[in-house]
């Protein structure tokens, strides 16, 4: 096994720049791994492959507005991407340009806040692999009034909306990047799943860098995996330890999802899954034994990602990358604001 395995051409224009409206009027294409058929339809159709008693489970994490702008004391423009809080005012982070700051250099990040000057100051203290920055924050309480939602590179319209890159049940701040394959979701749709017999299940991860970094070595076992928080309550876990000795159907909202609920069950049967809280950094790859799910709703990820190395694991890569070829031919749009895949 390759990254280069996990290779493909995507045509610019079927990179989607916004968000489908209302949410759950994406596309929906349906793969069923027993018999190999893809299906098309609209998200909203969704509840038509679900049956009473499956559970779906979703990630509750919000977006953080994690994108700061500055400029260093001594001149030139920096930027900020915040990843992960460390303590004490201090945060890891990106930091664009990063190649200009080093351990000392000071920046200035202006607020709107009517409190005192209006200003964060702000120093590198450590530096880490793969460009990651210690940072410390005079104030870290300004933080939030500082930033801005950080969208995806790739999505170069401005959003009007900020509130469309949060799932309509976000609520635990933590992640540098939405859980996309809950984007698709309304208030509407999950109450209509509801009534039919369907449990809704939320869990934590707060997504971090590996979402948007893509595996640059050959080997993809070779990738470091950066550590994401997640949380697993302990009502969350003896539902889903009922469901599995029952042998009804769980169905992860997500890739994130995916994430935790394996990382906690790693260490014990699925019959006696247990609430969860630390660090996650399981990478999944094709050959992994999946312990929890029985299905999967997530979007269509960018090449040599862990996503889709963790969507092939868990469908078979040749059926994935049939589903994708067939995604782009129908003129499918991909990435955080494109449209959805449910794999059973």
């Known amino acids: 096994m390759r990254t280069s395995d996990f290779e493909y051409r995507l045509p610019p224009e079927l990179i989607a720049q916004t968000p489908a409206e209302p949410r759950d009027h994406s596309r929906l294409m349906v793969l069923d791994r027993r018999d190999g058929l893809i299906e098309h339809r609209r998200f909203f159709e969704i509840g038509n492959y679900l049956e009473a008693g499956d559970t779906l489970v979703f990630n509750n994490s919000r977006v953080i507005p994690a994108r700061l702008k500055g400029s260093k004391v001594d001149g030139g423009k920096v930027e900020f991407l915040l990843l992960r809080r460390v303590g004490g005012g201090a945060w890891e982070a990106l930091a664009r340009p990063g190649k200009r700051l080093s351990i000392g250099s000071r920046i200035e990040i202006t607020t709107d806040s009517t409190a005192g000057d209006g200003k964060i100051l702000a120093e590198v203290i450590g530096l880490k692999q793969d460009g990651i920055k210690v940072v410390s924050f005079s104030n870290e309480a ?111 909202v997500g890739t994130s999802t995916v994430r935790v609920i394996e990382e906690a069950a790693q260490s014990r049967s699925p019959q006696q899954f247990r609430p969860f809280k630390g660090w996650v950094d399981l990478f999944i790859l094709p050959g992994y034994q999946f312990r929890m799910v029985d299905g999967l709703i997530t979007n269509f990820h960018l090449p040599r990602s862990t996503l889709l190395m963790l969507v092939s694991a868990f469908a078979g890569r040749d059926f994935v990358s049939r589903a994708y070829d067939e995604a782009m031919a129908s003129g499918y749009r991909f990435y955080s604001f494109g449209d959805a895949m449910l794999i059973i």
Do not use: M, W
Request: hydrophobic share 40%; aromatic share 8%.
């Open 142 to 252: 300004l933080l939030s009034q500082a930033g801005e939602a950080p969208l995806p590179p790739y999505i170069h319209t401005p959003l009007a909306n900020p509130e469309r890159y949060q799932t309509v049940y976000a609520g635990e701040e933590g992640s540098v990047a939405a859980p996309t394959a809950g984007l698709h979701f309304t208030a509407g749709l999950i109450s209509g799943l509801k009534e039919k017999g369907v449990r809704c299940l939320f869990v934590t991860l707060h997504i971090g860098l590996d979402t948007f970094r893509p595996v640059r070595v050959d080997n993809p076992l070779e990738h470091p995996v950066y550590r994401e928080y997640g949380v697993v309550s302990k009502e969350v876990a003896a539902e889903l330890s009922q469901a599995r000795v029952e042998g009804r159907r769980i169905i992860c």
